[in-house]
């Protein structure tokens, strides 16, 4: 297989040299050549290129600077020099910087292929190596940054659930705290650590295997963790290119990398914002957070730190009663959404509060699935898979028109709120009845005291009287409560009233039939 080498060099006659070397060299493969030495960190990051070749008389940038940057981003790649003749000192200075070979001007076809075949073949055996070691998949791992648009807006939280969301049998995370003066995720993962990213700081420019494993903590759920120091003195021991080399080496051991940069910009988010594969930046659906939110896109881009068209938005606590919609928060910030987490995170307390980060999946956890899904974080659901909710379909960079089937909340609301109505209707029902039952009390003993009344003047042997009785005991009864009453005399002294109570349902009348007596007073002459 051939080397693939990216050139360099801000030199135009050097790059047609070296274009014409490698024609008669078949076994090397010039993937790309950068005249920009501002972008070869752009060029590095490519995994289709096995050797990157510098120019040594650049002057925008020095060689051995731009070389330490580059090893850093990427430990697997080698880095070849092109040199001037009759300077020995730049074999030990590039050496010194992590160059693998330097190639002497003028440029043979023997001297080129020699340096290049020899930097790929250790390139080939140190992925090998790793890929054995069984720290990694042999691939370099991806950096995702969260960055919150002010203070408050759950950045912590969703970073958390994101890195623990993302964790696999055959999948290593890790969670890296950099908000350092006011890191909280040792508090939500309830861990306790006797070291910090400052411990790495300290030996960032030598850190290996074994120092990252000494610093890093584990969680039950299988989550790695890297957190920030206890004291607020430690944080300055923190510095930009600290943070390049370590994150660079956690690249070489973990598939998946989430950054908390916290809400405030300073050296080492900047450089965390810079490197990471993906910034994810987080906002509340109100205005003030997405001006907040507007600004630091403004702020990453004018201070080169990370253009806006590399940066997504993803909403915090939305509710559909929220006067701030997606569609508003798209207008105020232009950035593509790619998750809106709903204001649900009262069913994640208990979670939180002991620091398991293990439950029932709920809708922020199928929120979280859907943002893991579109940026590529996971893959699809396999059938049977416990603990992973999910969304019923996933439309993004990553799975457009795709459909996944995962548990979620969203049928268990559905057939909860017919049963709820059903609940709500039959105790309306019932209130209604017990309200025409206490009605008919009043209305039978209001007809009971007319029926007494009217016996007492009147002569009750005849059926005359009689049926004067009834028709009375009829005029006091309102309509629907007049068809059904009976008029009785148990002695000379009461009158009875017996009516029925009007039945919302079948087969109640009987059961609601409501009787008043009431004391006839005979009147003499």
């Not at 290593?172 to 993962?189: E, P």
């Not at 610093?215 to 021991?237: C, F, K, M, T, Y």
């Amino acid at each position: 297989m051939a080397a693939r080498v990216v050139l360099v060099s801000e030199s135009p006659v050097l790059k047609d040299r070296f274009a014409t070397v490698l024609l008669e060299a078949p076994d090397i493969d010039l993937v790309d050549v950068v005249t920009d030495p501002h972008l070869a960190a752009q060029a590095a990051d490519r995994d289709d290129v096995d050797v990157l070749i510098l120019d040594e008389s650049m002057t925008a940038i020095a060689a051995d600077a731009l070389t330490r940057d580059l090893v850093g981003i990427r430990p697997f790649l080698a880095v070849v020099w092109i040199a001037l003749p009759g300077r020995p000192e730049v074999l030990a200075q590039a050496m010194i910087s992590g160059a693998r070979s330097v190639i002497a001007q003028p440029l043979s076809v023997e001297g080129v292929k020699a340096s290049v075949i020899s930097a790929a073949e250790w390139s080939a055996s140190l992925r090998e190596h790793i890929r054995g070691t069984g720290l990694s998949s042999g691939t370099r791992g991806r950096v995702v940054a969260v960055a919150g648009a002010k203070g408050g807006v759950g950045t912590t939280v969703l970073a958390t659930l994101l890195a623990s969301h993302c964790v696999r049998p055959t999948r290593s995370v890790v969670l890296v705290d950099l908000d350092l003066r006011n890191g909280s995720v040792a508090a939500y993962t309830n861990v306790v650590a006797r070291r910090s990213v400052a411990d790495l700081a300290e030996v960032s420019r030598e850190l290996t295997n074994r120092s990252v494993r000494e610093v890093v903590a584990d969680h039950p759920s299988g989550l790695s963790l890297v957190l920030a120091p206890d004291d607020v003195e430690q944080a300055d021991e923190v510095t930009a290119p600290a943070v390049r080399q370590i994150l660079a080496q956690l690249r070489m051991q973990f598939d998946l990398i989430v950054v908390d940069c916290g809400s405030r910009l300073d050296d080492t988010t900047a450089m965390a914002l810079e490197v990471a594969d993906d910034v994810l930046l987080v906002a509340t659906t109100d205005v003030v957070s997405l001006r907040a939110a507007r600004r630091s896109v403004e702020s990453w881009r004018r201070l080169s730190i990370r253009a806006s068209e590399h940066v997504h938005l993803v909403l915090n606590r939305t509710s559909r009663r929220a006067e701030v919609q997606a569609d508003l928060a798209e207008q105020i910030v232009p950035l593509h959404i790619v998750g809106q987490i709903p204001a649900s995170f009262f069913k994640l307390e208990s979670q939180l509060n002991t620091g398991l980060l293990e439950g029932r999946p709920g809708p922020v956890h199928a929120a979280l699935d859907a943002v893991a899904r579109t940026l590529r974080l996971i893959g699809e659901p396999t059938r049977g898979q416990p603990g992973q909710p999910g969304a019923k379909s996933v439309t993004g960079a990553g799975g457009r028109g795709r459909r996944s089937r995962t548990r979620t909340d969203s049928g268990q609301v559905t057939i909860e709120l017919p049963f709820l109505v059903a609940v709500m209707c039959l105790l309306g029902v019932v209130a209604a009845q017990m309200l025409l039952w206490g009605t008919t009390h009043l209305i039978a003993r209001h007809a009971a005291d007319e029926a007494a009344r009217t016996a007492a003047v009147s002569a009750y042997s005849s059926g005359a009287a009689r049926t004067s009785l009834d028709d009375i005991v009829r005029q006091a009864l309102p309509a629907g409560w007049d068809d059904d009453f009976t008029v009785s005399r148990p002695d000379a002294a009461t009158v009875r009233v017996r009516v029925g109570t009007p039945a919302l349902a079948p087969g109640l009348a009987d059961a609601l039939e409501v009787v008043a007596e009431a004391a006839v007073v005979e009147e003499g002459p």
